[in-house]
């Protein structure tokens, strides 16, 4: 009774066909595979008979942590292929890894990521041995590329062990190619009748490879001498030949063999070892890829069939994994999953285990069983080991959910996903020519579909440079990577600026070719995949589905909601919680923002990716958070309050998304946080945004039924003496800051709309006002806000009460700010909080105290900018125009009729604000031109008079 340990990488086509093949001819007892053990109750739910790609979706929660983990798998995951071709060879499958909430997974949302990071320094000089850019690329050359030579065509094997491959119809019958009599290599397979006759030999252009026949062969003397005594796979390929001591041109010395096939296999030197020989550490290890023989121990024992894509597996494993130490929770799940090895070992009467894990984890499950199996009793004979069991007042669980390509594509950032995972499926469903021609045909009809020209002869020419890519880097028809680079060739027609993009891992980079994210999205495939109808689902699902039902809110048309109908209230609620939970449904595009905005009625467009299979996967995701829509969605915001951080802006628009959906139970904890927030505040930006908020809610929200709310009054009472506290010790130069201005605005708005809840009286207010525009170390834009703000909150006409002083007449206030950018940056606080002073007419402008003269404000500033020089009213030209930016049009309309009216001249207003192109740019023109003119005339080569 053995184990069979076969290291995989997650959503491969070949460790797929591999596991396939394995099962088939080891017919194991015991089918163990990586994934979540607390499933095993379920495997019959897993294996319902869905459309994949799937996921099993785990969650886990309690007081202290969190967690969400997805386990996906495709029709040609090697688990996937595991878990279905175990069972229906009639093997005990089992998941034997830990629980997806169990501590070890920390941090971690995907099971199947499995960090390649850890080894990207071996993988890096594996690329560079071999001459590729990625990872992705090494993989594709050393296993999905060969291994895709498929069934029966000259590959590393087929479905079966022969069929014209390296390897007969059975492990010691037809030798490495043929149905004949062990020792040959095939009459249609890499070599002649025999092994002395020719070995790999042949002609490129002259015999195949290793047969005297016509034209197809690799060349001169190509993958080997006369004989595989007399050279290995050595010989001429352009010199040097696949391991021949020869000079530069083939793939080095000591390449890919040695001296002799019994010399070490196909060894040689790949960083110390080579691929099979006996060299020093540092290699990919001794006796591979074959045992001590290309073959096996002897020609005729397994060839290069199944055996040697595994063997090839475990050494690429052996090597990036190396001695890298693995952390403690990596150290945990193996110790587990080598738990549940031993315990099939043990069973009596067993057969073959065979044991199907991610590669990174290969090399410690061999040495922990091969440990226990030298060791003392473990205590295997009693059984697998217990599945741990989350704590009992924790919410955890686990259910299967549609995933979809565009979720595996490695594109897309998953961190452990194949690359085009639609090509994949159709190398897996189609074999690899015929996904070759489809990946084509996609491309092709996608840039098509977007009027993107693609021509017979481009790809023609494509085609052309795909079949020369191929054969030059050694592969049997064009692979994926062929393909990708044969087609850029021939369809860019200009130059990009980065590499492209399957030549690194990670998504696509902003300013990517169009051409380019076409032909990666082709590649990815638009399939999601869909549940059995049979499948159990959450209780979410079920309740969201009958309340959208009841409100008639289908999904497939607009909806226009009116907040004071009871009805229109009740959906508002539902939409709202499914936004907060980011279930695909409907996207409001129009609607109260605030507790400030007096809009009642919201409008909700059907979400674009609202499809019942998308909203679906999200329902079930929710359910992570709570078992019905009114806890998942009370639970999601008590997230985002302790992701907040006691970040005021944050927690003010948690507030008001709280009493969007109806969650009137978290306005006490809210607001309870939120007043903690403002004694800890150090910036008034985000605390005004806040108050904002919590003052509009106050004020107008009739519509929630929180209006008028004591907490409410609390928090706006203690944000407006923090807003001023902070504001009056804030030095230092800068631009405009809207946080800071917005937060003056706010005051601005409780002093006048809420005065009896304030502490503050107004001529408090004011006088800290007063104190920060006179202070000449304050911001230029805070003490316009300053003065704004003093300004609105004198004495009105219709107002009761007596005058309220502050900051002197407008005219002193204007000249005391000192050069053009300043005076930008503090009319932009002026503006923000008083507009009405550049637009009010000057008779009777007396407010704060100051005779209005000359027009007012107006007049003061269309003074100082006519004083100004030409080079410096350019450099303040975009402050001043960011400050008028807070007018409406019609407003900057009658301040422009009103400066023609100063000038006693005659125009149109309108025309006047209307330029043939962009003012910064003309002033930036007319600044250039002043420059150069300067320039001109210091060297004496000025216009002539």
Known sequence: MTAHFLGVRHHSPACARLVSRTIAALRPSHVLVEGPSDLNDRLGELLLGHRLPIAVFSHYRDAERSTTSWTPFCDYSPEWVALSEGRAAGAQVRFIDLPAWHPAFAGRNNRYADAEVRYERATARLCARFGVDSADALWDRMFEAAESDGPGEGGLGGDRLGGGGLGGDRLGGGGLGSDGPA?????DGLGSDRLADGGLGGDLGGGGLGSDGPAGGLGSDGLGSDRLADGGLGGDLGGGGLGSDGPAGGLGSNALGSDRLADGGLGGDLGGGGLGSDGPAGGLGPNVLGGDRLGGDRPGSGGLGYRSLAERLALYFDVVRGDTEADASDRAREEYMASWVRAALAEPGA??????????????????TEAAGRGADTGAAHGPPAVPRPATDALAGSHLVPYSFHQLDAFTGYQSGMPSPGFHQHVWEHG?????????????????GRGRHVSTASLIAARAAAQGLAALRGHHRPARLDLLD??????????VDEPLPWTRRGPLRPGTHPVLVEMVAAGCGQRTGALHPDTPLPPIVHDVTARLAVLGLDGTRPVTLRLTEPAGLDASRVLHCLRILDVPCYARTRGPVDGADPEATERWEPHAASAAGAREAALIEASGHGMALADATATALGERVRAAAAAPDALARILFDAVACGATGMLGPLLTELRAAVDRAGDPGPLGEALHTALGLWRHDRVYGVAGDPLLAGFVDAAVARVLWLAEGLHGAGGVDRGRVGALTAVRDAVLHAAPLLSLDRA?????????????????????????????????????GPRVGGVGDPVAAVRAVAGTAALGDWLAGVFALAREELTAPAAGNTTCGAAGQDDGLLGVLDALVSEQPEDEFLAGLPALRQAFAYFPPRERERIAARLIERRGLRGSARGLLRTPADPLLIGRARRLEDDVSRLLERHGLGAAP
Request: glycine share 14%; aromatic share 2%; hydrophobic share 45%.
């Open 764 to 800: 408090a207010v004011t006088a800290v006002c007063a104190r920060i525009t006179t202070d000449p170390a304050a911001p230029a834009d805070l003490r316009g806000a300053a003065y704004g703000l003093c300004r609105a909150l004198a004495h009105r006409p219709g107002e009761d």
């Open 432 to 448: 690899p020519a015929a996904a070759g021609e489809l990946l084509v045909r996609d491309i092709t009809e996608r840039l098509r």
């Open 183 to 187: 020792g040959g290599l095939g009459s």
């Open 486 to 495: 044969g087609l850029a060739g021939a369809l860019l027609d200009e130059a």
């Open 351 to 368: 057969g073959p285990v065979l044991v199907v894990t991610g590669g990174f984890h290969r090399p410690a499950l061999v040495a922990l």
